[in-house]
């Protein structure tokens, strides 16, 4: 037997799964270990292992991939923890990262706190005043040398910069992506003068236009550079000591995967890498189950994570905000909110009326119904009042919850509204289910997605519990819990469905009528660039797929659209943009009279790994065969009816039978979460244990 | 026999009677609003909303407006809305309350308000208010901030009633005027502004009426660029009112009015509570304005007058001097510069909900001023509308200092109180023709705040989500290099200091023939206030050298990259007065823009010395800041040594009374113990002796000043000096230009202990402005 194993690590709990040569897939997990997060890895392995009754020596022996989404990069910016930095600028720019465009206090806050001026602060600079270095060189917008690059200068302030020990340097020349020879010649001097340093060039991180976001792009790219290093080495390190033989790969955040040393190269790549697995995971089922539209929920103590999947195809995004700074990172669009099932429940003193999020009570304290020291309800307390969630079988009765607890405090705070206990719960769940349509509508049928055409894959250990309530507020078609419990861990998942994916961009400005040679003069260095890369790697010739693509605007605007190649002619090229850009901003927002222009190009190479091969029939962990165990039942308060009703709980999937449509009201007790189905709601299980739950 | 002297026009005599209509005196809204009876208004009971729908239907309609505002940013093609976010969005209720605006500029939100309730006081009869209808605006007599923002809005109708309005207003590029780029500084008068519409229909149910677009266009120079400008800003009304549609069908309409008027009232409610807390009293601000057109050196007087009587604010402009040259505002425009730090220091919490508090506001406005304009006055610049913002920020930030809640909310003065803007316009690197107002100075310093310092680069405050572009941007739309975009060190001194602003230096790129406009305040009358003895920080400062020598430079392997560098160049230097136009911006032509830092809040001399020796370290205040203002020693080893420090800080304090003119007034007799019935500013008290008298004293040394019914800067120790002397290093060009009258920067400080009470800028001739006169009868507790 041969596995495909991924494992993400999240911050509480590292998830494994495993899909076996028959298209069985299993699971594993195991406490996040930090800082040294590799220990958890193995522990999760090994968990999984254990599951198919082999040691991880003779589990990783036999297994043909090992994908891995990490945290640890993500972790490092948010608590601050990286590296230290120097940062080469071009004179009189140096400034650009501490400027922050002047949006530093500002960039990524929810409207309540934007407004609120005083409690506004500017993060501490993640490259001191004294780590940045100007240095003489200038180039145009066009690329043309202004001034020269003044070498001895180099060479005298990196000499000088290196007695500051730093760890990394970043090099980040205005318009170096549209010239990068003063970049180069600069990587080349500091490599001369402190070989062993981490160096980013920001034409290489982020060759694009805007120099604050590229420059942060390059600057967190060495932030995480040295850690990345050490990290990816102690997993690779330790996998070929416990006996895995291939190459270990590393989720992207470009929805692919990278062996190591493009992910020592650009580490910035594995930011998100977790979140973003889970749209791979749902991108691949995507195709094997025939959904080709679908809005992705993954709903879990914290934050709602949200992304658009249409014709099969994941959207992107082109820039990324962490904690208030903003760098140009190329992946998977995946927004959040904070709303999970620790978000709390208040009272807003300024209306009187209640509101959930966005402070949350985490994982620890976490609910009331926790028990630890928790103060104030939160929408999984709802959950529990509403009688959704049963206090005994809570994460397969792992953890036995204080009902109790979560109904008093319910009921105080419903006391201030004059609403009852449950009308108090059943607020919480419909204000949050709200705020997460909203966001899932903003994210569709504002970039011109009709959501009638789409489902909703629900995922991570709150998703299946809200999604029947948010989903039909939203108006899709219907809701799927991809591959039963496996939703609780489908990012774990989605690395095993990934492919190597490499993305090479330039930045050069063509106005239409396009000539196509000249394109192709452009596309040319691109691909040499990905066929050496993919070389190195072991892939060659039909293993790699090389695709084209371009990012268009109308000449009199800002805003581009990404328009992918697939060999038309110039003018062919020119209607599909005008279609494309239509359809993500509306009728009518495009200008013809004012030129068409191609502002960057982009070649994605993809090596394809082979493919976890589900199949139908191939029952997931959890359901095992279709034994008609009768459900038992509990009182189960539901807003349509405004009342209690005696509902049917199911254990697992077992008592539903393949393709049979069963009517709600009833609750499925998965061992990682719970699917109510709702009044009005119809839920049937197909041949690969998804959950698909329907409206009338 | 009547003369001639006693014959007067219809048009005077309109103003004479004070006919708020808009004709010749501005437009007010008084009592109902006079709507022609066919245009029927939405009526219904009100509903009960039950808590749940309430914030389900708040949130659904924020985001509807939130999507209206993006819509307009991704259709406009102006970097000015893309980058800038020069623009805003709003919901009003059908007889033009601002419900609900989006998180860009908020002076918009006054405006927003005037212009719906004309437009239904004028037009509801002919041509009409209907579906389908959006009309276009940018007079700002009646409102508006400038002529170079558009608004554009619309009428939504259920069941053939007005239900509500959906409004934006964008900057445009060009809309015509004497200048490109539309501001007309050498506007003596309205006729030479870019034209004024009204209220006037552009789309109806059939669609864009051509003879209005068509005339709109012919207005500007870049007439195909407004056109898009135009498209963007229907298409964000057309998806807003959709939605709103949508979401009316669904909970129905009285259910969502609930939700409006709700929102509103609890505003209301929430502002009167506020204001409950707070002592009765007046508060006022002068302020000078300067340019009113180039080369114009009289100081322009602005005055702003605050009295809170119970649970209402009156605002008044009385003693503002005579409307001017291109710097004046319109009543509207002053009222919602007013309104602008209102909402944000007392509704804060209720997402800036201008109605609420404007239930319990009243304007009492001299017409003919520079803040209250006749029909004749020049607007594009609208420098008093920006200013009166934070002179209403400053009266608010002294009403609301007794509650220690509110008092978090006060903030020193932040970008675009006193600073400059460039409009560029020519030949760009493409060869077409352009015209653009450039707005780094947006993202300048934040001023300080009542407990902490204020931020480098922290942004405009009535600008909530303000950005600006990338140098890299700018220089691909525009034929421009800049030379350097650098972090400021001009945050004005205090206990806690005002944000630093940015350095901008540039040469013309790639053009052959470009010209700038420069929009700024004298730099000897700085309008970036500090509070509370907190220093006052520099203004704008634009400078240049034409015909430099910066491409041999270039070819050298030299780039000026500080304003020190800069002035190293040859060519022809000279640091440009409050207004400049046809400035050179060619190839050899460098242009140097200082932007504003924040003002500063509290005594410098009660900064926390490790605080200060931490930035000396960074670099963020010079050695001599930090001996000459803060008093701080340094120790060999960096860092303060605090013994030094208070020695050399008791020093400066007795200096400071030595250079001090003594008090003008006798001390108060005081009979037995003081108790502090009330905190005033950061160093000023109301207290009572044994018999019931109220004095005002300095919480420092307690000394008693004055009688509670005097002005405190009477009874204090006053050093009389200029604001260039308090610390050279904040200035990179000395404050040369001449005003026609000496200026003073006044500090008033305690006569027992020394310590700053509080700083103004004003004229030596000017007696001192008695900003802080509390009603002690309202003190509670």
């Known amino acids: 037997m041969a596995y495909s194993i991924g494992v993400d690590i999240g911050g509480t709990f590292t998830d494994c799964v495993v899909v076996d040569d028959r298209g069985q897939v299993h699971t594993g997990k195991a406490p996040s270990t930090p800082p040294d997060f590799s220990a958890g890895f193995f522990d999760a392995v090994q968990d999984a292992g254990s599951k198919l009754d082999l040691e991880l020596e003779e589990f990783l022996r036999s297994a043909n991939t090992l994908v891995h989404a990490t945290t640890a990069g993500t972790n490092a910016v948010t608590e601050r923890k990286g590296a230290t930095v120097g940062l080469l600028a071009t004179r009189g720019h140096g400034d650009a990262i501490l400027i922050m465009r002047g949006a530093g206090r500002t960039k990524g806050l929810e409207i309540d706190d934007l407004l609120f001026i005083p409690g506004t602060t500017k993060p501490a600079p993640i490259v001191p005043r004294e780590r940045i270095v100007e240095i003489t060189e200038r180039l145009d917008s066009r690329g043309n040398v202004v001034v020269a690059l003044d070498e001895q200068q180099l060479r005298e302030k990196v000499t000088e910069l290196v007695k500051q020990e730093v760890d990394a340097i970043a090099i980040s020349f205005m318009w170096s992506f549209m010239n990068p020879e003063h970049e180069l010649r600069a990587r080349e001097i500091v490599q001369e003068i402190a070989p062993d340093t981490f160096v980013s060039c920001s034409h290489e991180v982020a060759p694009r236009m805007g120099e604050y976001c590229r420059t942060v792009a390059a600057v967190m790219n060495c932030y995480i550079g040295p850690l990345m290093h050490k990290y990816t080495g102690e997993i690779v390190e330790r996998g070929r000591q416990a006996g895995y033989g291939r190459s270990v790969l590393f989720a992207q955040c470009t929805g692919g995967s990278a062996p190591i040393a493009a992910v020592r190269h650009t580490p910035l790549f594995t930011l998100d890498s977790g979140p973003v697995s889970g749209v791979v995971a749902s991108t691949y ?156 509508r903003r994210m569709t049928v504002f970039r011109g997605h009709d959501v009638r055409d789409f489902f909703v894959f629900a995922f991570g250990g709150a998703g299946p519990v809200h999604a029947g309530s948010f989903a039909r507020e939203l108006g899709v078609k219907g809701v799927v819990i991809p591959l039963g419990d496996i939703a609780s861990v489908l990012s774990a998942f989605g690395t095993v469905a990934s492919d190597i994916l490499h993305v090479y961009d330039a930045s050069v400005v063509l106005a239409a009528p396009f000539d196509s040679a000249q394109l192709d003069e452009i596309f040319a260095p691109l691909e040499e660039s990905a066929r050496d890369a993919m070389k190195e790697e072991g892939f060659e010739g039909d293993s790699i797929e090389l695709v084209r693509s371009v990012f268009m605007k109308y000449g009199a605007q800002i805003y581009d659209t990404e328009v992918p190649l697939g060999g038309e002619t110039p003018e062919q090229l020119v209607s599909k943009f005008e279609q494309v850009y239509e359809q993500r901003f509306g009728k009518d927002s495009g200008y013809a009279p004012a030129g068409i222009e191609v502002i960057r190009e982009r070649v994605y190479a993809t090596a394809r790994l082979p493919r976890p091969e589900i199949r139908q029939g191939a029952r997931c962990s959890g359901s095992n065969g279709d034994s008609h165990a009768e459900p038992g039942s509990r009182d189960v308060w539901w807003a349509e009816s405004g009342g209690f009703e005696k509902t049917p709980i199911y254990q697992g999937t077992e008592g539903l039978s393949v393709d049979e449509a069963v009517d709600g009201p009833l609750i499925i007790e998965l061992p990682d979460t719970t699917v109510p189905v709702r009044p009005g709601q119809q839920v049937r299980i197909d041949g690969f244990g998804n959950l698909l739950i329907t409206f009338e | 026999m009547a003369t001639t002297d006693t014959v007067i026009s219809p048009q005077d005599a309109r103003k004479q009677q004070r006919v708020w209509d808009g004709r010749d005196f501005p437009y007010r809204p008084e009592g109902p609003l006079a709507i022609a009876p066919q245009l029927k208004l939405f009526q219904a009971e009100r509903a009960d909303v039950d808590p749940i729908t309430y914030e389900v239907i708040s949130t659904k309609l924020w985001n509807i407006n939130e999507e209206h505002a993006e819509t307009i ?23 033009g309350d601002p419900f609900l605006f989006a998180p860009y500029i908020q002076y918009f939100s006054g405006n927003a308000e005037f212009i719906i309730k004309y437009t239904l006081e004028n037009r509801s009869a002919n041509p009409k208010i209907e579906p389908g209808d959006m009309f276009v605006h940018n007079d700002c007599f009646i409102a508006g901030s400038h002529q170079q923002d558009i608004a554009l809005y619309a009428p939504i109708f259920v069941d053939g009633a007005l239900f509500c309005w959906v409004f934006n207003a964008c900057h445009v590029r060009d ?259 352009f015209a653009t107002v450039m707005l780094d100075h947006v993202g300048g310093g934040l001023g300080a705040f009542s407990f902490r310092d204020g931020i480098d680069q922290g942004g405009a405050t009535f600008w909530p989500k303000v950005e600006i572009g990338d140098a890299e941007a700018w220089e691909q739309y525009f034929p421009v290099l800049y030379l350097y975009r650098e972090a400021g060190r001009n945050g004005g001194h205090g206990k806690f200091r005002g944000g630093h602003g940015l350095h901008l230096g540039f040469v013309g790129h790639g053009t052959t023939e470009q010209t700038a406009t420069l929009v700024s305040q004298n730099a000897r009358l700085s309008t970036q206030f500090g509070l509370s003895g907190g220093h006052w920080a520099n203004t704008g400062d634009f400078f240049t050298i034409e015909g430099s020598n910066v491409r041999s430079e270039f070819a050298q392997g030299n780039i000026p990259s500080s304003p020190k560098q800069l002035r190293e160049l040859s060519g022809r230097a000279q640091v440009l007065g409050a207004k400049a136009m046809y400035v050179p911006f060619g190839e050899n032509d460098v242009i140097e823009h200082i932007t504003f830092g924040g003002g500063g809040y509290g005594d410098p001399l009660e900064r926390d010395p490790k605080v200060v020796a931490t930035e000396l370290a960074s670099g963020d205040v010079t050695q001599r800041s930090v001996e000459q203002v803060y008093g701080v020693v340094i120790a060999a080893d960096g860092t303060a040594d605090l013994d030094g420090t208070r020695q050399r800080r008791d020093e400066m304090r007795q200096a400071r009374l030595a250079e001090a003119r003594k008090p003008a007034g006798e001390r108060p007799s005081v009979t037995g113990e003081l108790t502090n019935v009330c905190d005033i500013a950061e160093a000023l008290s109301i207290a009572r002796d044994g018999e019931g008298r109220h004095v005002v004293r300095c919480r420092c040394c307690g000394e008693a000043l004055c009688s509670a019914e005097q002005n405190y800067k009477e009874h204090s120790a006053c050093i009389e000096t200029q604001l260039s002397n308090i610390d050279p290093d904040v200035f990179v060009e000395d404050p040369v230009f001449d005003i026609d009258e000496p200026v003073v920067y006044r500090i008033y400080a305690c006569p027992s202990c020394g310590t700053a009470f509080e700083n103004e800028l004003t004229l030596e001739a000017a007696p001192p402005i008695w900003d802080i006169d509390i009603d002690v009868a309202t003190i509670r507790g």
């Open chain 2, 175 to 433: 809309i015509g005027g004497v200048e490109a780029g539309s501001f007309c500084v050498q506007a003596p008068n309205i006729y030479w502004d870019p034209p004024a519409l009204r209220a006037m229909k552009l789309v109806d149910r059939e669609g864009i009426r051509e003879d209005a677009y068509d005339t709109l266009l012919r207005f500007s120079r870049l007439p195909h660029l407004l056109a898009m400008e135009l498209r963007s800003q229907i298409a964000g009304i057309t998806r807003a009112t959709m939605r709103i549609e949508q979401l009316v069908e669904r909970y129905g309409p009285s259910v969502v009015r609930a939700v409006m008027e709700k929102t509103i009232d609890d505003t209301a409610e929430a502002v009167r509570e506020r204001l409950s807390r707070l002592p009765d009293g007046r508060w006022s601000e002068v302020t000078y304005m300067s340019g009113a057109v180039p080369g114009d050196s009289a100081p322009h007087k602005a005055v702003l007058t605050l009295e809170k009587r119970g649970g209402e604010l009156h605002f008044s402009n009385h003693g503002t001097d005579a409307q001017t040259g291109c710097i004046n505002s319109s009543f509207g425009q002053w009222r919602s510069a007013i309104g602008c730090s209102l909402a944000q220091m007392l509704a804060f919490d209720h997402r800036f909900v201008i109605a609420g508090v404007h239930r319990v506001t009243h304007f009492e406005p001299d017409v003919g001023t520079i803040t209250a304009i006749d029909r004749d006055g020049a607007t594009s610049c609208l420098w008093a509308q920006v200013i009166s913002i934070y002179m209403a920020g400053k009266v608010l930030s002294k009403m609301v200092y007794p509650d220690a809640e509110l008092r978090q909310g006060i903030i020193g003065t932040s970008p675009l109180c006193g600073c400059g803007w460039m409009t560029q316009a020519g030949i760009d690197q493409n060869g077409n023709q």
């Open chain 1, 285 to 440: 089922l995507s195709e094997l189950f025939d959904y080709p539209n679908i809005i992705t929920a993954d709903m879990g103590g914290t934050t709602f994570d949200v992304s658009v999947i249409s014709e099969h195809a994941a959207t992107r995004r082109e820039s990324t905000i962490i904690n208030k700074y903003e760098m140009y990172l190329s992946s998977l669009d995946v927004e959040s909110i904070g709303a999970g099932g620790g978000s709390i429940a208040w009272i807003d003193p300024a209306s009187g009326t209640m509101k959930v999020g966005p402070r949350s009570a985490g994982a620890e304290p976490g609910p009331l119904c926790y028990g630890h020291g928790g103060s104030e309800p939160t929408v999984t307390d709802a959950d529990v009042v509403l009688g959704i969630i049963n206090p005994d079988n809570f994460l397969g009765g792992r953890r036995k919850l204080d009902a109790a607890a979560a109904h008093r405090g319910v009921e105080q705070l419903g006391a201030h509204l004059g609403l009852s206990v449950q009308e108090t719960a059943a607020g919480i769940a419909q204000i949050v289910d709200n705020h997460m349509a909203e966001k899932m």
């Open chain 2, 73 to 95: 940013k991704r259709a406009s093609g102006s970097p000015v809305v893309a980058f800038h976010d020069d623009f805003n969005t709003c919901i009003m209720t059908e007889t």
